[in-house]
């Protein structure tokens, strides 16, 4: 194959067609808007908003990020200004942008999930939905709907019923005792893709003042740490299921992306990054075409063919 000027990053994540395979992630973005002076939101594949609720969540108290050896902990409990707000003042302002808007979608209960999507179903933009189901299930005594494939199939299912217009991708948890089982059964309730995998729960503790370094005692982990995790989690997912996968944890350079790609994701999404460099996903997809290029390439889904026949 012949080196061309250009190397097509486009990909596909079931129905959502994307220009390159680079996602900002959610809760490391915004609603996008806040990186709009900042980054070319239409060189992006995507964007995923920060999580929207039925209500309006304050959040955690502060202090809720501090940084840790190759990576960071974050506690910001989710805040935003529920999905009434959203589509009245934030949604009108993104309609502007040419790349895939993907809202990340969360509740307490199963009626919540429904009830944020039927809300959005009919505002325009929107290019997918994305269910994070690490919340816990207040009816069930607080036992997180990701941690089990019962809870996972009735959330899947409950949300599919509510989004009758667009994809369904669902973000999974990353401490369940086996990941193919929770991926299995997301995709038979109803996933057009999944995102694997949100934050690893972890502590950070200032010995000195006896007190842990966030507001809250516990957060999540992300950034470089958690990326080898993380990739054996796309890998096993893979095995277990046929629908796309977008890969998240520890993205940072146009290398981990190929990584990614190789043990069979479709995407890949960039969160702590961001905090470092709000325009490392910008700076991702401009190294993205020459390193595809030398493996003589003309487009970035030869490669991934070819990664799937050894790993997939």
């Known amino acids: 194959?012949?080196?061309?000027?250009?190397?097509?990053?486009?990909?596909?994540?079931?129905?959502?067609?994307l220009a390159n395979p680079v996602i900002a992630a959610s809760g490391t973005f915004g609603y996008g808007l806040e990186f709009a002076h900042l980054v070319?939101?239409?060189?992006?594949?995507?964007?995923?908003?920060?999580?929207?609720?039925?209500?309006?969540?304050?959040?955690?108290?502060?202090?809720?990020?501090?940084?840790?050896?190759?990576?960071?902990?974050?506690?910001?409990?989710?805040?935003?200004?529920?999905v009434a707000s959203f589509v009245k003042e934030k949604l009108p302002l993104l309609q502007k942008y040419n790349t895939n808007l993907i809202v990340n979608v969360f509740g307490y209960t199963l009626e919540d999930y429904a009830e944020v999507i039927r809300r959005l179903e009919d505002a325009p933009g929107i290019a997918a939905y994305e269910l994070n189901i690490s919340c816990p299930n207040v009816k069930k005594g607080g036992m997180q709907f990701g941690s089990n494939p019962d809870l996972v199939a009735e959330v899947v299912m409950t949300a599919r019923r509510a989004a009758r217009q667009r994809p369904l991708w669902v973000k999974l948890?990353?401490?369940?005792?086996?990941?193919?089982?929770?991926?299995?059964?997301?995709?038979?309730?109803?996933?057009?893709?999944?995102?694997?995998?949100?934050?690893?729960?972890?502590?950070?503790?200032?010995?000195?003042?006896?007190?842990?370094?966030?507001?809250n005692l516990t957060g999540g982990l992300s950034g470089p740490a958690i990326k080898p995790i993380t990739l054996r989690l796309v890998w096993e997912a893979r095995k277990a299921v046929k629908i796309p996968i977008v890969g998240l944890g520890g993205v940072e350079t146009a290398e981990d992306v190929l990584d990614y790609i190789c043990v069979g994701a479709s995407a890949v999404q960039v969160g702590t990054a961001s905090f470092a460099d709000p325009r490392a996903s910008e700076a991702i997809i401009g190294s993205l075409g020459a390193l595809v290029?030398?493996?003589?390439?003309?487009?970035?889904?030869?490669?991934?063919d070819r990664f799937g026949t050894d790993f997939g």
């Open 293 to 304: 290029r030398t493996f003589k390439y003309n487009d970035i889904s030869e490669l991934r």
């Open 173 to 215: 948890m990353p401490l369940v005792t086996d990941i193919a089982l929770i991926a299995k059964a997301a995709e038979s309730s109803g996933a057009d893709a999944l995102t694997v995998a949100n934050t690893y729960p972890a502590m950070a503790i200032d010995f000195r003042a006896g007190k842990s370094k966030l507001g």
């Open 1 to 17: 194959m012949s080196s061309p000027d250009r190397v097509s990053l486009r990909v596909q994540v079931g129905a959502l067609r």
């Open 40 to 82: 070319d939101l239409n060189c992006l594949g995507g964007f995923v908003t920060k999580g929207i609720s039925l209500e309006p969540i304050e959040g955690a108290p502060a202090p809720r990020l501090c940084e840790t050896p190759s990576g960071m902990l974050n506690a910001v409990g989710l805040q935003n200004v529920g």
